[in-house]
């Protein structure tokens, strides 16, 4: 495996930066301003990673990772972006980006990020990095997931003759009961 990283975005600064945080991780770095610089280098040199900006000119990330899931290239994706969205995050998560990040980049947890996906066996399909959902405006799709099993605890609390708080206290108690 060669682990070639290519970075891509518009904003020159930003792949300095990326460049800088991963240079240690991987000495071999390419770059594209923009998506279709960035096919052109795919198809010159496969990366065994993308760093992609997701909001850029002409072609933006998302075209740029249907791009590469149609040429059939196994490089796990990472997102970065300075406008994310619920709906954006899912799209990234339907087409298989390993992570994400919002700028300003948390160094850390990107670099490990990186790290992770490089790890990734050559020629096999990337899968999402495991903590991916917990990132994905987690509270909006929990607020979704509570709102239905809320609805069906109150509709047991009332077949049940009892009041949701006598409920949850009850649920509590038997949680507690079983810890000791």
Known sequence: MNNTILIVDDE?????????????ISPNI???????EAVEKIEQSTPSLIISDYNMPGMDGLELLKHVRELKIA???IWITGRGSTEL???AWR???????????????????VKGALSVHEGVAPVNRPNFM????????????EHGLLKDFKTDCL???????TAIN???EEHLIKKR
Not at 12 to 24: A, M
Not at 30 to 36: C, P, T
Not at 134 to 145: A, I
């Open 12 to 24: 020159e600064g930003i792949r300095e930066i990326v460049r800088e945080l991963v240079s240690d």
């Open 30 to 36: 390419i770059e594209a301003a923009d998506g279709k």
């Open 75 to 77: 490089a796990p994706v």
């Open 89 to 91: 995050y899912r799209e």
């Open 95 to 113: 087409f298989g980006v390993y992570d994400y990040f919002e700028k300003p980049i948390d160094f850390s947890p990107f670099r490990e990020a």
């Open 134 to 145: 917990t990132r994905l405006h987690f509270t909006e799709v929990s607020v979704l997931v």
């Open 159 to 165: 077949k049940a003759g009892i009041s949701i708080n």
């Open 170 to 172: 009850k649920m509590i």
